[in-house]
């Protein structure tokens, strides 16, 4: 069985890394040594707009308007956006040293392993829907393949994932009418790039772009290099199909820490054909601002019911939507990374001295 867990921002934000947008453009506008003039400008231009410049990635394709008609302006735009990404990446690189990774491996690697557990993945659902997914889970044999797409440039994820792999049986068994199968962690990618390699920062697509038009007398290099799946595409690691890959071989996905928001639309609408086309497969998603279900659930069920046909939007075949299909998708409240909080980095990080960098 194929379990996907697809993470963004809100994996590094439950360990207390400051990676909003917000936090970095505090740290990125407040220095403008060496800048040059079109870089200053562009610092002020953020500061003008920081609540525009909360989503970095929808703000860059309406960002282009700017530079209608100006002389070389693809130039200058494209140098805004790599001086923005490579700030960005050191930025990252600093908040990802201050995790405290005191602790013995194995420890971690089990208390990790208990965090994807099925058990815990279906643990925030409904009673009517944990039967659900077992009951189709029950479907496929054999042990449970952990598979991970990682929105976010940190690694923090993967140094959890590769103790987990190092420390054998801290991922689980699974018994089925098969015998017992011990799970295991399958592939990680990370579908954007990481504060090392291939950074992928941008739109969904070109009518995310506002002003496309100062492209026009540029190489293809300089418009892809703004849109997601181009820039992917030209980076050459082959990491959009690797990632779709696994999204079609997945039996259930747990979507976490992300806003199902529109710069990345091609990865819903790609989860959406998965459910159309296999009829066994679940999708939860983690929200965190759901109303409370502990007494009466009209509201948390009417949230669940908005936030599943938001969702289903992403379908852009124009035939419909099985019924069923909404019933396969669930709306999880918890944090099933709750225990990982142990290793986040201090609330005062100024008071931090040494930090080791690897574990």
Known sequence: MNVTILVGNGFDLNLNLKTKYTDFIENYCGDTGGDSKDIKSFKDDIIKDCETWANAELAFGMYTINFLGSEDGAEKFCNCHDDFCENLAQYLQ????????????????????????????????????????????????????????????????????????????????????????????????????????????????????????????????????????????????????????????????????????????????RIVDLLKICENAQVIIRVHDAPEKRLLKRRFLTYCDKKKKEFLSYDKSGKGVPADVLNRIHIDSSNIFEKLKIYAAPEKQEAISTVPETV
């Open 94 to 269: 600093s908040q990802e040293k201050l995790l405290n990774w005191k602790f013995e491996p194995t420890s971690i690697a089990r208390t990790f392993g208990g965090c994807i557990s099925f058990a815990n993945l279906v643990s925030g659902l409904l009673e009517t829907e944990k039967n659900e997914i077992y009951e189709t889970a029950s479907h496929y044999g054999g042990a449970i393949t952990y598979n991970f797409i990682n929105f976010n440039y940190t690694k923090a994820l993967d140094k959890f994932v590769k103790m987990a792999s190092d420390a054998p049986g801290t991922l689980g068994e699974r018994t089925t009418t098969n015998g017992r199968f011990n799970n295991s962690a399958g592939e990680l990618y990370h579908v954007h790039g990481t504060t090392e390699n291939d950074m992928v920062l941008g739109v969904n697509d070109e009518s995310q772009i506002k002003e496309v038009g100062i492209f026009e007398n540029y190489g293809p290099e300089y418009k892809n290099a703004l849109i997601k799946q181009q820039t992917n595409e030209m980076n050459g690691a082959n990491m959009d199909a690797k990632c779709e890959k696994v999204i079609k071989e997945s039996h259930l996905i747990y979507i976490y820490g992300m806003s199902i928001g529109a710069t990345d639309a091609l990865w819903w609408k």
